[in-house]
């Protein structure tokens, strides 16, 4: 699947200026709403992994079959997840309402990079301020990690991509092609 890691200009930036401006670009693009009462925000656990994995593959498989590309994405192990889990747990965020995941957030620290590696609200449910308050939480687990960069991880032609990148001072840093090696037969 395609994908695109954004990095932050580490040119300036230190006075927060950058920092404010991609909030700013990726809560215009996530549109907040009304919450329900009854939804919190909190720490992801490791029992949390595979529902939230299979929320990732519903979104995504959601856009692209909207746009008539048909489902790309299929559930895979979160070991990635579960490794970034122990090693930096305030990088990973649910929300759950009544027991049900609804969106995802992960962010992780590696080095002096802090990644934004996902962020999916269950498509049902967008609109609703669900995505801002989870960036909200991702944010403040960059500013905490005092990294000097900050990257996001995404698919090239999402619009959050596009409000990051032209709301914000980053240019695109690696662009690749990841596939899977085919099965002998």
């Given amino acids: 699947m395609p994908s695109a890691l954004l990095a932050m200009r580490s040119d300036g930036g230190r006075d927060g200026t950058h920092e ?11 549109s907040p709403g009304v919450v329900s009462m009854s939804l919190v925000y909190r ?11 299979a929320l990732v ?9 909207r746009h008539g590309f048909g489902p790309m994405a299929t559930a895979s192990p979160p070991n990635f997840q579960l490794f970034s889990l122990k090693d930096d747990p305030d990088g990973l965020w649910v929300a759950e ?24 609200v269950d498509p049902a449910r967008q609109g609703h301020g669900i995505g801002n308050a989870l960036l909200e939480r991702t944010m403040e687990h960059a500013r905490k990690s005092g990294a000097a960069h900050k990257a996001l991880i995404t ?14 001072a980053c240019f ?12 002998n037969g």
């Fill in 20 to 30: 404010q401006l991609l909030w700013s670009a990726l809560r215009l693009a996530l």
């Fill in 43 to 53: 720490p992801a656990r490791a029992d949390d992994l595979a529902a939230t994995d």
């Fill in 57 to 65: 593959v519903a979104s995504i498989n959601e856009l692209t079959v």
């Fill in 97 to 120: 309402d009544g027991g049900a995941i609804l969106g995802f957030a992960w962010s992780w620290v590696c080095g002096d990079v802090w990644f934004l590696a996902q962020l999916f």
């Fill in 155 to 168: 698919l090239p032609s999402t619009v959050s991509r596009r409000a990051f990148t032209c709301g914000t």
């Fill in 172 to 183: 695109p840093k690696r662009r690749s092609i990841f596939s899977a090696p085919r099965a």
